[in-house]
């Protein structure tokens, strides 16, 4: 009897494990992951998820060549994709749809012929392992690791422009061996040298040396500060050294500024705006620091490896640890993380790097050898276009846009600010705070209530003058009064 009750209940039951199971295709496109975010109180809160997996580039993309790893990636505005192998030294062009345009590896010139070096040597790639390609001069900048120098090639036919080496003027002890590179619209070149101490390394545009840039101040201990303090020289020279850590990946925002991360948990910071004095200005004015996940005693603390920043200042950075991604404003507000380390499609191994690409995110892993492009979800899109909109000054814009990301995720603080932003814009302070409020900005209600105090006592003025008036004509009347009740007991 109980044989036949199973029996019976067995397609129950996998139709209600059908019912629960996600519906997932087999190039992943349909997998949807939840996302979330944290609020004032420190508190986990989940979101949609705000990007889905759109479409997956591995070597079947690049007609039988073999990619063995993606060590960075960058994009051009019409819809480019460049790919780099350090391992196999190349360097993979791909339109948007992820079909094979190029393969470099061996560097021509415009008559087609291999470059020849000085040397008598062909001009080949060998170990690059960044790129960066600038449109205002519409050139590829590749950071050719292994051989110690920069190559410089034609944006459009990819020919040979330029070598840069390490200049003669360059001071300090690092070694010259770029590992990540950008280029600013003054034609400035940064370069994110492996293992080095010294800051960013920026470059005249002719390759000439300037300086180090952005120094990454280290952490302090401060038993051993004050024990060197009364050391002697000897003692000292027996200790062991503290060296600044050393940046992992460097940007550039809309504005020009430069933009870098580091994995290196012994410094103070883990994401950098950098001014031209090399000082950290990065707006923090969120709940939290622009540091990744709150850091759990005994859990391995996050730890960024890229960041890519959109023209209006929102920018995501990957997560190496635990193969996240955090997405957060240009006011350093958390948006959404979203992202996990797994087998599935569109999970992470390694985590390597990260690039827009327009409104999609383009994610590379070295372990998995393939880049995951994602597209945004509703959720995701109306945090986009809000955050644009707001930096913009397109406040009616905004405000829509952040109301209907509240539609969608209603626990969104980082939303409700954002309408109080755009309110206080529009000097609207009675209703910018009641946002604020429930978005539990207090630095912003503040400045709400002061702009609504004053409107108050403006819109008031003659009322609260003829108060003040008669309060004052009533103690001028009460003290006179007493004056002459004085003078008369005198009497």
């Known amino acids: 009897m109980n044989k036949i009750l199973r029996l019976r209940m067995l397609p129950l039951v996998l139709i209600l494990c059908l019912l629960a199971a996600p519906a997932l295709a087999a190039d992943g496109t349909s997998n949807i992951y939840e996302g979330y975010t944290y609020d004032f109180y420190h508190y986990v809160k989940s979101t949609p998820a705000p990007f889905r997996l759109a479409m997956t580039i591995t070597s079947e993309n690049l007609k039988g060549i073999s990619l063995d790893s993606v060590d ?5 505005e019409d819809g480019r994709i460049f790919l780099v192998d350090s391992r196999q030294s190349r360097i993979h062009v791909l339109d948007e749809n992820g079909t094979m345009l190029k393969t470099l590896k061996t560097i021509r010139d415009s008559e087609n012929k291999i470059v020849i070096l000085e040397d008598g ?22 950071a050719d690791t292994e051989a110690r120098r920069v190559i410089v090639l034609d944006g459009e036919t990819y020919t ?23 280029v600013d619209n003054a034609d400035r070149i940064y370069l994110v040298v492996q293992s080095s101490y010294e800051g960013i390394i920026e470059l005249n545009e002719d390759g000439s040396f300037s300086r180090y840039f952005g120094v990454n101040e280290p952490q302090i201990n401060i038993v051993d500060y004050l ?64 540091e990744g996940d709150l850091i759990v005693p005994g859990d391995t603390p996050t730890t960024f490896v890229d960041i890519a920043i959109k ?25 959404s993380v979203f992202g996990s380390r797994g087998n599935l499609a569109g999970e992470f191994r390694i985590p390597s790097t990260i690039a827009w690409m327009g ?23 109306a945090l986009l276009d809000a955050n644009e909109a707001y930096y913009y000054g397109r406040w ?17 603080e980082t939303a409700y600010t954002g309408i109080g932003k755009n309110l206080l ?55 006179i009064a007493y004056n002459r009740k004085q003078r008369r007991a005198g009497r």
């Open 72 to 76: 960075d990636i960058c994009t051009s």
């Open 121 to 142: 040597s062909q001009l080949m790639m060998n170990g690059c392992s960044g790129a960066f390609y600038h449109e205002k001069q519409k050139e590829l900048y590749i």
């Open 160 to 182: 040979f422009k330029r070598l840069i080496t390490k200049p003669a003027d360059m001071t300090g002890v690092t070694e010259f061996k770029p590992a990540k590179v950008a």
């Open 227 to 290: 024990w060197k303090s009364i050391a002697t020289d000897a003692q000292k020279e027996k200790m062991g050294k503290t060296y600044a850590p050393a940046f992992n990946n460097v940007a550039l925002d809309g504005e020009g500024f430069i933009m870098a991360v580091t994995s290196d948990q012994s410094a103070n910071d883990r994401v950098f705006r950098l001014n031209f004095q090399g000082k950290n200005v990065l707006r923090e004015m969120g709940s939290l620091p622009v």
């Open 311 to 335: 023209p209006y200042g929102t920018y995501a950075v990957l997560d190496k640890a635990y193969g996240r991604v955090f997405l957060y404003n240009f006011d350093g507000e958390l948006l």
């Open 359 to 381: 409104d999609r995110l383009i994610i590379g892993d070295s372990a998995l050898k393939c880049a995951y492009v994602f597209d945004p979800s509703d959720f995701g899109q």
């Open 396 to 412: 009616e814009e905004a405000t829509a846009c952040f109301k209907h990301v509240l539609q969608l995720c209603a626990n969104m």
């Open 425 to 479: 814009m529009q000097e609207n302070y009675r209703e910018a705070m009641e946002y604020f409020k429930l978005g539990n900005n207090r630095e912003f209600f503040s400045k709400a209530y002061k702009g609504y105090r004053s409107e108050v006592m403006r819109d008031h003025f003659g009322i609260i003058a003829a108060i003040a008036v008669v309060l004052i004509c009533l103690v001028i009347g009460s003290e």
